[in-house]
């Protein structure tokens, strides 16, 4: 049983290495490009605790991904 869970931790670190290693060699994203910025007004709602926010800015062309509060994605508030 101790062999087991020797074996289980020693998996474990192995996979949590090599995750942290192709975390940090992926870098960070890209810069979003400032000059395609256009005006939206598209008002999201935290169903969790009744959060609202109103994104006023995003990139010409994009799907605008829903924010995230209480480690839940926003809904849109239309
Ligand atoms: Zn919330």
Redesign the pocket.
């Known amino acids: 049983m101790i062999v087991f869970v020797a074996v289980l931790i020693g998996l474990s670190i192995v996979a949590l290495t090599v995750w942290s290693a192709r975390f940090i060699a992926a870098g960070p994203p890209a810069e979003p490009d400032l000059s395609r910025v256009e005006d939206v007004d598209v008002p999201y709602l935290?169903?969790?605790?009744?959060?609202s926010l109103t994104v006023s800015e995003a990139q010409i062309g994009e799907e605008i991904e829903p924010p995230r509060?209480?480690?839940?994605d926003?809904v849109r508030a239309i």
């Open positions: 935290c169903t969790v605790c009744g959060l509060h209480c480690r839940e926003m």
